[in-house]
């Protein structure tokens, strides 16, 4: 069994996206778990910078060779920067989930929207259980 | 769940870090750590080996074997001989719709192995007769350009069967049967192999450089060769002609089954026909999806994926017989609309 990468100092949902938060930001992308169960990432949505996003509804979809998975949005809010280099990269999304694999930033509507979110023990838990 | 059949190869592929997925009854590799797009790049470029031991062997034998094949199934035996491998269909008789699609590998002068696909062994049992021998030995297709330079160091005797041959092989005192076949678009052969030695034959293979492959590989190369795959290109209320596979019927050959539903349709013609689709980018387009011209439905995709060669999307669908290659079509992907064109296949093309 391969040991899923799952850095402390992010917070996580249970639709497998990881979130950085820095003050009313929330940059996400989706986990090492999750680039793993999907497999090789041929395409990913990227959103369009100016949508606003309503938390748990699907904004984006990255699509491997066997599967199509949407992603929710962790957060409420306007997305306001995206990576557009996973357009002509999307294996970034496998190789560097939380780093080159990143998907967009949102600013968040509502920040109280973070402590529903899971802290990186109680994911790695939901991921192992 | 647990009424699935395992490969003799299972604990290699679980050592190996195997995704291991249910295939037709079958808990086979999807994929190895490289994962998919490297698995199928391998193929093209160099050499892979697949565990296809999920495939069913029937081994019909007898003086009245042959008849009896000939009858079963669509493809004319005459055509070859004994040591030739042939590709044929087993027609429903209601209405010659493809049951299964199958390889014939003619062992010995009255002994055939034939090789359906897992989930319809039963299928094709019930239809022919014989013995089911799949789960005494095991099957490993070794393809690509340097399938055979690299399997010359392990196994000399069957680097050497062309396409096509079926030879009997000894590998390190184990006989095994070699087919110059495949499912890949390339070169290559498969081996059949006892049970209790494919895994150190596996090893073997592997420690010449031969790349481990699964079947998210398996799946993309035989889309870029078109090759059809059943339950998809071809089932139920699919016939060869309809599929693009007339020359599978051998029309010379006297009656077989489902030769008199299958004359109907040929003398009316076919009103849809399997063809290609390129879309434009990387987006995948999936199985299911409408196909639209002009905002009318005109079908829907059979199969459909990233062609990791092409760097694009690529698809299959029955449409209707009068469009022509270059046909732009709208692909509707879950609302969202995907530019493609109908185009002649294999979308890659075979290597020589």
Not at chain 1, 40 to 50: A, E, K, L, N
Not at chain 1, 69 to 88: C, F, T
Not at chain 2, 93 to 109: A, N, P, R
Not at chain 2, 217 to 232: C, K, M, S
Request: hydrophobic residues 45%; proline residues 5%.
């Amino acid at each position: 069994m391969v040991v899923m990468n799952v850095p402390d100092d992010l917070l996580y949902s249970s639709d497998h996206e990881w979130i950085q938060i820095s003050a009313t930001h929330a940059r996400i992308g989706i986990t090492d778990y999750a680039q793993d169960a999907l497999g090789d990432v041929v395409y990913v949505q990227v959103p369009t910078v100016g949508v606003a996003v309503v938390v748990g509804e699907s904004f984006s979809e990255v699509e491997s060779t066997k599967s199509v998975s949407d992603i929710y949005a962790p957060v409420s809010g306007v997305v306001i920067e995206v990576n557009e280099a996973l357009g002509s990269d999307p294996a970034a999304v496998n190789s560097d989930p939380y780093g080159a694999g990143w998907l967009c930033v949102i600013e968040m509507s509502a920040t109280n929207e973070i402590d529903a979110l899971l802290a990186a023990d109680a994911y790695r838990a939901l991921t192992e259980g | 769940m647990d009424d699935l059949q395992y490969s003799p190869l299972d604990a290699a592929h679980r050592a190996l870090g195997a995704k291991m997925v249910p295939f037709g009854g079958w808990d086979m590799p999807l994929s190895y750590p490289s994962g998919t797009i490297d698995e199928h790049m391998a193929c093209r470029t160099a050499a892979v080996a697949f565990d296809v031991s999920h495939l069913g062997t029937v081994r019909v034998g007898g003086s009245d074997a042959f008849e009896r094949l000939q009858w079963a199934f669509t493809n004319d035996l005459g055509k070859i001989g004994s040591g030739r491998a042939q590709y044929t269909h087993l027609l429903d008789e209601s209405d010659g719709s493809v049951l299964d699609d199958i390889i014939i590998w003619w062992v010995d002068d009255d002994t055939f192995d034939v090789m359906p696909n897992a989930s319809n062994t039963d299928r094709v049992r019930n239809a022919i007769g014989g013995q089911e021998t799949t789960h005494s030995r095991a099957i490993i297709a070794v393809q690509g350009p340097q399938a055979r330079a690299r399997l010359m160091t392990v196994f000399a005797e069957a680097s050497a069967v062309k396409r096509f041959h079926v030879v009997h092989a000894v590998w390190d005192d184990v006989p095994c049967i070699v087919a110059g076949t495949g499912y890949t678009g390339e070169d290559g052969v498969e081996i059949s192999i006892p049970a209790d030695m494919a895994p150190r034959l596996w090893a073997k293979l592997l420690e010449a450089d031969i790349t481990p492959a699964g079947l998210g590989a398996r799946d993309t190369l035989r889309l870029e060769a078109a090759l059809p795959l059943h339950g998809h290109e071809l089932g139920a209320g699919i016939t060869p002609l309809q599929a693009g596979l007339g020359w599978v019927v051998a029309w010379t050959k006297g009656d077989f089954r489902g030769r008199a539903a299958l004359e109907v349709q040929q003398a009316q013609g076919v009103s849809r026909r399997l063809r290609g689709i390129v879309t434009e980018g990387r987006r995948p387009p999936r199985e299911g999806c409408a196909v639209l011209v002009d905002d009318q439905v005109v079908g829907a995709l059979t199969s459909g994926n990233f062609s990791p060669i092409l760097g694009h999307g690529i698809a299959l669908a029955f449409l209707p017989t009068e469009m022509v290659d270059g046909t732009p079509v709208v692909i509707d992907i879950r609302g969202s609309a995907l530019g493609g064109t109908v185009v002649a296949t294999p979308f890659v093309a075979k290597q020589k």
